[in-house]
């Protein structure tokens, strides 16, 4: 089955990651869909996500 990823709607442009959901969580860039994929265990995802939500990696 072909990966099918997706951008987030906030994407106005080519410069963002893309996700998929497999085995695995895919991110790949945007801007080089064809380079390498980067696959996460979907636990530690879910953290990152979490974390995201609530500002962990947000710059100063």
Do not use: H
């Not at 959901?21 to 265990?41: C, I």
């Amino acid at each position: 089955m072909p990966r099918v990823f997706r951008r987030s709607s906030y994407c106005s442009n080519t410069t963002c990651v893309e996700v998929a959901a497999a085995n695995s969580v895919l991110v790949r860039d945007g801007k080089n869909p064809g380079e390498a994929v980067l696959s996460f265990e979907s636990g530690p995802w879910r953290a990152f996500m979490a974390g995201v939500k609530i500002g962990q990696f947000d710059r100063a």
